[in-house]
């Protein structure tokens, strides 16, 4: 094969000048040694990324804890924390600092940045020796050999490694704003449920002094059997529904902790006896789609994955016909028995593997093939991107307004309509039967207006994950369809 052919194989993209400087024997190895003193690790270990974000846009403290210092400081604002009433703010960054399967995902993190150093450097040179003693001489042969098809691709593997470890920080991102937002939610949840077994305790309270008045009653003839069963149910589907309600505060509870990453002594924190009350005014986003496909941390892997794809692609248009090619220095040293003396013998050594039977077209095809697939996914996470914020949005408007109706409006009459059918009864002009069903239907509009304002700090919450991402549990989806076409993608 003509050398002006044969660097055209090897050379990843670049005038034929410029790869006949990397396959030179002192050139190349010139370059291993300049790129292996660039090749290091960050101070950092990558988080500046995430530790930036996390700042900028929730206005918390994330850290990897890879010291015993950094461990104690987290545990000290972790305790701080915890000793006044908890809340969601809090919760978040208690969760940013003590969830265990964050710091695991930070550690991933660190193993993703060590592949990619690893990724940019010099492939390690061979050392081969080896002796042949005869009746006659002794021979004895020493090889230094390189890969020279892997030192010619270097500057392209580079950035390949560093797509992959930018990638690896935005999944480290993802994970952070998911364990926030999981942590948010937990939070509201366990709240609302709280605050909605609390007045159920009371309203308990109430339908079993009116199951025992109405059972007077109907012991002095004063009340007859139906009524009596009627408040009689009304109590115990109460209690029921208190029961019910006082498990679930249970568990929300528990998720909350697990969010959090607490046990032992920490388990007897406080929170809020209530929600905390709506905003003034609701959010106004009318760039909501284009705010989500800029922000949104999938599409962020996805365009990293696209790039790094784009340049694996080119790596294997540009070696499709070269798989093995290693070159070096040999040297050979023959002593004759008889007489000792010695005979030196140098050169070069040359291995390439001939593709008699795979051209590379095989290698070609799946790698435009992945490629063209990671395209189609990326496009069809930014169509869902935009949807899902454009519905998010639409959720928090309905559920700012429908938990601002409830504290306007059925809220307010639902008391007016109780305070006059006391004040009704009090002057005997209704009798028991109307104040218990005016009590009923109290219990069920606070009941509602309750679940409504948890609903919109959920759909706040929802909000912000549509806008930043985050929002599935574990790795996202697209996280994990662009890691899986990176596995797919062919190796050089």
Known sequence: MPAQDFRTFIAPATSHRR????IGPWSAAA??????????????????VVTATVSQDLGKNAAALRTPDETAAARSTTARLLA???SADAAVQIALLNNRGLQAAYN??????AQAVEGSLPPNPAISLSRIAGSVEVEVERKIVANVLALATLPVRSEIAAARFRQAQIVALS????????????????????????FLAEAQSGAETAAKFATRLGETGGMNKLDQAREQVFYADLTA???TTRQRAASEREALIRAMGLWGDDLAFRMGAALPPLPSRPQSLPGIETEAVRRHVDLQIGRIELDALAKSYGLTQATRFINVLDAGLAGKTTREKATGEKIRERGF????QIPIFDFGEVRVREAEATYMHAVNRLTERAVNVRSEARDAYRTYRSSYDIAGHYQREVLPLRKIISDETLLRYNGMLIDVFALLAEARQRITATTAAIEAKRDFWLATTNLNTAVMGGGVAGRSESARAMSGASAEAPQH
Not at 19 to 22: D, F, G, I, K
Not at 32 to 40: E, F, N, Q
Not at 108 to 113: P, Q, S, V
Not at 349 to 352: F, G, M, N, Q, R
């Open 84 to 86: 006044k009433p908890l």
């Open 31 to 48: 370059c291993a040694v300049l790129l292996s003193g660039c090749a290091s690790f960050s101070p950092d270990g990558g988080m500046g």
């Open 175 to 198: 994970e952070t704003l998911r364990i926030a937002a999981d942590t948010r939610r937990a939070y509201y949840r366990a709240v609302s449920a709280r605050e909605l077994a609390g």
């Open 108 to 113: 991933e993190l660190a193993i993703a940045e």
């Open 349 to 352: 050594d040359v291995e390439l």
């Open 19 to 22: 790869v006949t400087q990397r």
């Open 241 to 243: 529904q208190l029961a």
